[in-house]
């Protein structure tokens, strides 16, 4: 007998409890969040995070190749602008790239990707190929991670001045912009995706789809957690 579907709320409630695997949780990123990173783990971290950063746009276009729906496309393609920047706007990754250069990376060094770790790249790029071969509704439910976005980048805002002063704080504007657009950007994959996955099994899909996404980017901590150790 076939199971019935959650309603939306609990089908949604289901969805938030996986912020419990999200990579903040990560004992990497708990070091973060308690001031007890050095500056070489600090740039270790800000220099892998740069390559997912510069490939969220690419995963966004494939999402927007493969929907065959107008309006959802009008909407999801303010998140290339806002990473890539439009206009007068730089974008997300400008503003990255000056979060690297205010933890002491040199911008090309940076933008040359020469510190980004082999599973870091294959991680993200493991993202973005799904992006590319799952239906599009698949990859809007995968970007669900930004449910537990804003948080975090409050956290650093209020933390990092403490934690980390030498961090010029002109590096910390990424943070500031993230958080008003995660939430725009949660409202409507929230939206795309509750509308969807109507089935239980459905639902029961993107609730796996959503830990494959959560499990990038923990392999991500875990790699950068391996090449950074405590320097005792």
């Known amino acids: 007998m076939t199971e019935a579907p959650w309603s939306k709320a609990e089908f949604e409630a289901r969805l938030r409890a996986k912020g419990d695997r999200y990579h903040i949780h990560h004992p990497f990123n708990i070091k973060m969040r308690t001031g007890q ?31 065959n729906d107008r309006e959802t496309r009008r909407r999801w393609v303010q998140r290339i602008l806002d990473h890539d920047g439009f206009g007068d706007n730089q974008g997300g990754i400008e503003a990255w790239s000056r979060l690297g250069e205010a933890v002491g990376i040199e911008r090309d060094t940076l933008w040359n990707l020469s510190k980004v770790l082999p599973p870091v790249k294959f991680a993200v790029d493991a993202y973005v190929n799904f992006a590319r071969r799952a239906p599009w509704q698949e990859a809007v439910c995968s970007s669900l991670t ?82 950074y150790p405590d320097e005792n």
């Open 146 to 227: 930004e449910m537990f976005a804003p948080e975090i980048h409050k956290e650093r805002l209020s933390n990092w001045p403490t934690d980390y002063p030498w961090v010029g704080a002109e590096g910390l504007g990424y943070f500031r912009s993230r958080i008003s657009l995660a939430e725009r950007d949660v409202e409507h994959g929230l939206e795309l995706t509750l509308s969807y996955f109507q089935t239980r099994q459905q639902q029961e899909r993107a609730l796996e789809i959503l830990q494959f996404k959560l499990d990038v980017l923990w392999a991500m901590s875990d790699a950068i957690a391996a090449a």
């Open 37 to 67: 990173l050095s500056k070489t783990q600090l740039q270790g971290w800000v220099a892998n995070r740069f390559y997912y950063q510069i490939m969220i746009p690419q995963k966004d276009a494939a999402i927007m190749a493969n929907c």
